[in-house]
């Protein structure tokens, strides 16, 4: 077997595969990690400069704003008004007030700047927002003693007790403290504290990234934290190099250590020479390579998957079986969705059949054409036969309103009321016309609504002074149209059961537009429906079929009647609402969506 020339190609392939791979892989392990600690200590050195050059703009920006103050004729006065024992304490009041609102000025023209306070030796302070406040708390503070006696000028963040009181100023601030009136800090008595926000230097700082966990810390001359890096403590072999760092005469660079386990660490600086800060980052070798360690091992279980695919691909998908498959499969994603055109497409061409793919491929085919047939077939019954359901239920309506009428016109007749007769056969006459319209099966709302009105009249002369019946309309009706014939029956059926128990019939119609919605409204005075028999019309009416509507001879055909066809032309956009109670009549409410009057075909008539 091995002599076959496909076994002899799957051994020289998985040879020279296997022996390329790992001499490739060794051999850019080596340089990468090699070329990935040049560029890591360059980038870190590179953007190190870049917050040294930040660190200088904002340090410049505070001592142009304390030169701004120290030298200003404003500060001058006030630190003379403020140390005259003669100076009255209105006189005094009003030199804090200038003051602070030049504080607030100067503030406001530096965006770097978070607040800047003057503090006064007899235990007082003003800040912006016109803060005067006498606290000597203060005059106990560290950074106020260290300033007096060793003229520390800088203070590590810390939470700043003007600004929580003036601003509720949580957030840790760094200060720079600078004398008024004398440059010695020991004989100054007042003290300007310029406040700069923490985030400030610690936001670009953390853009600085060394390896996943390492850190830059910025330190102040003494070699403290300048900034809020608590875990900066932990490295005991950082902290022992960073004195013979500050001794040193390199301005920057990267020093390899070996820590207490053996493992190496990579230490990176720069001196910031302005203020004499320190920016120190501090990473594991393991940490700056582990992204590597990763890819290596990555590409190793990779490529033994790969190489075991391919050997497997290359003996028993070879022969053209995977791309017919590929697309067979596709082809039935699109069936799945429905999508029968872009199933045929996706198909491999016919061809002869050679294979077993090709044979499936085939029947999937043909298939795909049968049931597309199929379907198209149905939908075009489905259709038909919906459009034949909502003829019969409106043909249904006609018959059973002019029995009714007839009945009318003979009772009529007989009692020689001649009037009331050519009165109801030209309201008859004008209603059948409108009936007889059958391919209109949406229609504009003010036509029903003249229907009603013809079969109101119709109505009147029936019962006389008996029936009480009005028409109220509410919104813009205009160019909005309905299903036909949904009216009449309500009223017919308020009607019968209005007189059923009593001499007189009060018959109320509504037609509200709002919100988008049509709302026709029947309210009666009959004798009304518990509240189950409401709930058995409105299930029965809902689960109601066809041929039960067309063969029921139960006197809520009118009812059923109406729902039916509402249901079948808007089906869940319809709703129905029944109001009624044993005693107090029965209202309906068809609520129907507000369309308007447009030149199209109804999807009804749609084949």
């Not at 930040?54 to 200003?72: E, H, P, R």
């Not at 235990?123 to 016109?130: E, K």
């Not at 020093?255 to 501090?282: A, C, D, H, R």
């Not at 498959?325 to 069936?335: C, G, K, T």
């Amino acid at each position: 077997m091995f002599y076959s020339l496909k076994s002899r190609l799957i051994a020289i392939f998985f040879l020279l595969f296997v022996l390329s791979f790992l001499t490739m892989s060794i051999y850019l392990f080596n340089q990468s990690r090699a070329i990935i600690r040049s560029y890591i200590e360059s980038s870190a050195l590179e953007k190190m400069d870049e917050y040294g050059s930040y660190i200088d703009m904002v340090q410049t920006q505070i001592y142009d704003l304390a030169s701004i103050v120290f030298n200003s004729d404003i500060s001058k006065n006030w630190d003379a008004a403020a140390s005259d024992p003669a100076a009255s304490g209105g006189e005094k009041n009003l030199a804090h007030y200038h003051m602070s609102q030049f504080l607030t000025r100067t503030t406001n023209s530096y965006s770097s700047v978070s607040s800047v306070t003057v503090y006064r030796q007899e235990g007082m302070w003003l800040s912006s927002g016109n803060m005067v406040v006498t606290d000597p708390s203060f005059l106990e503070e560290k950074w106020y003693h260290d300033f007096k006696k060793q003229d520390l000028r800088w203070i590590a963040a810390h939470t700043d007790a003007a600004e929580l009181r003036n601003n509720n100023n949580k957030h840790p601030v760094i200060s720079m403290l600078m004398p008024i009136g004398s440059f010695e800090p020991s004989l100054t008595k007042s003290v300007m504290k310029i406040n700069v926000s923490a985030d400030y230097f610690l936001e670009p700082l953390g853009r600085i990234h060394l390896g996943e966990s390492g850190t830059i810390y910025l330190l102040d001359q003494n070699g403290n934290p300048m900034l809020s890096q608590t875990e900066y403590d932990a490295h005991s072999d950082m902290l022992r190099q960073v004195g013979q760092i500050r001794s040193g005469w390199r301005k920057q660079g990267v020093v390899s250590l070996t820590n207490e386990q053996g493992g190496k660490e990579i230490l990176v600086y720069k001196k910031l020479p302005q203020t004499n800060w320190l920016l120190v980052g501090f990473v594991s070798e393991n940490d700056l390579y582990s992204k590597l360690f990763q890819l290596r091992q990555t590409i190793l279980i990779v490529a033994a998957l790969l190489l075991l695919l391919s050997l497997i691909l290359s003996t028993w998908l070879s022969h053209g079986i995977t791309k017919p498959l590929s697309r067979l499969v596709l082809a039935m994603r699109h069936v799945q969705r429905g999508d029968f055109v872009h199933a045929e497409s996706r198909l491999a061409p016919v061809r002869s059949l050679r294979n077993e793919v090709g044979f499936a491929t085939e029947t999937f085919r043909n298939m795909v054409i049968q049931l597309r047939q199929h379907i198209k077939t149905e939908f075009e019954l489905k259709l038909l036969r919906q459009q034949a359901e909502y003829k019969a239920l409106l043909m249904q309506i006609n018959p059973h309103f002019l029995f009714n009428t007839l009945e009318l016109m003979s009772s009529l007749a007989m009692q020689k009321r001649t009037d009331d007769t050519v009165q109801v056969i030209e309201s008859l006459g004008k209603m059948m016309r409108f009936s007889l319209r059958m391919s209109d099966d949406l229609i504009r709302l003010e036509e029903e609504l003249l229907y009603v009105r013809h079969y109101m009249s119709i109505l009147t002369i029936r019962f006389g002074d008996r029936l009480h019946i009005s028409l109220e309309k509410e919104g813009d009706l205009e160019r909005l149209t309905v299903a036909k014939f949904i009216i009449q029956p309500l009223i017919e059926n308020a009607v019968k059961y209005g007189f059923l128990h009593q001499p007189e019939a009060k018959v109320r119609i509504r037609v509200r537009h709002a919100e988008g919605r049509v709302h026709l409204i029947v309210a009666d005075n009959g004798p009304g429906m518990a509240p189950e028999r409401v709930k058995q019309v409105l299930d029965s009416s809902a689960a109601a079929q066809l041929d039960h509507i067309l063969t029921s001879r139960d006197s809520q055909i009118g009812l059923g009647n109406v729902l039916s066809r509402c249901r079948l032309y808007y089906e869940s956009l319809f709703e129905v609402r029944i109001d009624s109670a044993i005693g107090e009549g029965t209202t309906i409410e068809l609520i129907l969506p507000a369309q308007e009057e447009r030149h199209y075909v109804p999807s009804i008539d749609r084949g």
